[in-house]
């Protein structure tokens, strides 16, 4: 039987996102991806990029059977493995990573998981990489639409450590782990993919 998830929304947002994070991935030989989930997104992503090695993970063995067989499956063959991995509190898989990419995570996780995220990512990106964040977020303490308000408040409803974070406490919270915030681009459905430089 097949172990493969999937998760509606992200084939839906699988090709803007592809666009915003072309230009990083292009020039990336190494790529982690945190909280893989189904792993629909590094299946579409990776044959784009023939010359750059995957590792993606998760906390969750669903996800990692299920990013594991798409793995397997891939026609350019460059996505490794899955790995566990816990973004609170690592293990980190070794470095340097050109990237480090992570989708729709931050919210659906205490914060924890976002500060654990921000240092790892520090930990095992080279100087120059970037970490790309792809989700929705509040800016400068709002909503970035109505949607996202209600969506925040059933999140915390299904746990109060859950909830959209604001980009602002994102940015603050990356700068003593030598993260800067490089670009911020608006995506389909109220969404936003940033980049934060590591230094
Ligand atoms: C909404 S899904 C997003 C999956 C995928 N990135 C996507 O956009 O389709 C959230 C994912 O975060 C993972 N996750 C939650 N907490 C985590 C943590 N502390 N460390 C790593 N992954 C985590 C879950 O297992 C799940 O796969």
């Known amino acids: 039987m097949s172990a493969k998830l999937y998760y509606p929304a992200t084939s839906r947002n699988r090709e803007p996102l592809l666009e915003a994070v072309h230009e990083v991935f292009a020039a990336s030989t190494r790529v982690l991806e945190v909280a893989s989930g189904s792993g629909e ?14 590792v993606p993970s998760d906390i969750e063995p669903k996800c990692l059977d299920s990013v594991a067989e798409r793995a397997r ?14 973004a609170s509190d690592g293990p980190w898989p070794n470095g340097p990573f050109d990237a480090v990419f992570n ?27 970037y970490l790309c964040l792809y989700g929705p977020f509040m800016r400068s303490g709002s909503h ?8 925040s408040e059933d999140l915390q409803r299904r746990d109060s450590r859950w909830g959209v974070r604001d980009l602002d406490e994102v940015e603050r919270a990356a700068v003593p782990h030598g993260l800067e915030l490089a670009w911020v681009k608006p995506m389909p459905a109220n969404n936003f993919t940033v980049a934060f430089r590591r230094d």
């Not at 997104?41 to 995957?54: K, Q, R, V, W």
């Open 41 to 54: 997104h590094l299946e579409f992503i990776a044959p784009h990029f023939p010359n750059c090695h995957f």
């Open 73 to 86: 499956e891939c026609p350019s063959n460059n996505i490794a493995t899955p790995v566990r991995l816990d």
């Open 103 to 129: 989708a729709n995570m931050i919210h659906i996780a205490p914060w924890a998981a976002c500060q654990g995220l921000l240092a790892g990512a520090a930990q095992c990106l080279r100087p120059g990489g």
């Open 144 to 151: 970035t639409a109505p949607s996202n308000a209600a969506f």
